[in-house]
């Protein structure tokens, strides 16, 4: 399986890719006049220490004709506080997110949202991007917001094999779309708010000057009085050193929870 570029928050959102604006000249990009603010919100993002969730997840690689799937486990519990910078935040430990082996994420939620501080193991690029908000409150159904806009980033990997790691702009935005049914291995959820997160990157080749572009798609289901029941998480990146590109799609289903 090829590297994840970026890191994305998932168990609020994301990660990725995940995502509001909470950066300098973050500004909204609509509000529909017809929406509804949602009520009790802090309900839909439950992060009281001893919380577990039990995901059953897919990942899927499609270069080209050849397809491969993996089935994984992942179990996400709140572990507690600390303190990262001189701020609170809370500590989320996740066993293989994505099936990408064991990682804990930071999380700060206030009045105004929730932030994201980043993850142990991070990846290069997470690390020039964090921390950034992954939720505004209140929440607005529906509503869109540009999230992230960064230029001249170091990516952190070497996609052309001339030995130099690549440069890339990225740009995300985040869409609350409103509220469905979701049915997972541990139930049926009604009403459960969805929320995409897209990302763009635009990712400088270091051995020509070309330009190729890499995104990242992921759509989350949070149920109230739950948390994250289920997420879609879609990257693909160009063909660069063959004719081939790559395609992967990455699933979590909530199996078990217990929150307390």
């Known amino acids: 399986m090829r590297k994840r570029l970026t890191g994305l928050g998932i168990r609020f959102l994301a990660g990725l890719c995940a995502l509001v604006g909470g950066l300098p000249g973050d500004t909204p990009v609509f509000a529909d006049p017809?929406?509804?603010?949602?009520?009790?919100?802090?309900?839909y993002f439950p992060d009281v220490q001893g919380n577990r969730w039990r995901y059953r997840g897919q990942v899927v690689e499609s270069p080209l004709q050849k397809i491969t799937g993996n089935g994984f486990?992942?179990?996400s519990t709140v572990q507690g506080t600390e303190t990262l910078k001189g701020v609170t935040v809370k500590v989320f430990h996740d066993t293989n997110p994505g099936n990408h082996g064991p990682s804990d994420s930071y999380y700060r939620r206030d009045a105004a949202g929730i932030v994201y501080y980043g993850s142990q193991p991070g990846t290069p690029l997470e690390k020039q991007l964090v921390p950034y908000q992954i939720v505004r409150f209140p929440l607005i159904l529906p509503s869109s917001f540009q999230q992230l806009n960064r230029t001249g980033l170091t990516l952190g990997t070497d996609l052309d094999g001339d030995e130099k790691d690549e440069q890339a702009d990225v740009e995300a935005t985040v869409t609350v779309i409103g509220k469905e049914h979701v049915q997972v291995p541990a139930g049926t959820y009604r009403d459960a708010v969805r929320i995409e997160a897209r990302m763009t990157m635009r990712i400088r080749l270091t051995s020509a000057?070309?330009?190729?572009?890499?995104?990242?798609?992921m759509t989350a289901w949070f149920a109230r009085g739950v948390g994250l029941v289920k997420y879609i998480e879609r990257q693909e990146l160009p063909p660069i050193k063959s004719d081939r590109g790559l395609i992967t799609e990455i699933t979590e289903e909530l199996e078990e929870v217990e929150i307390r």
């Open 34 to 43: 017809l929406t509804e603010t949602l009520a009790h919100v802090e309900e």
């Open 73 to 75: 486990v992942n179990v």
């Open 209 to 217: 000057n070309q330009t190729v572009l890499g995104t990242d798609v």
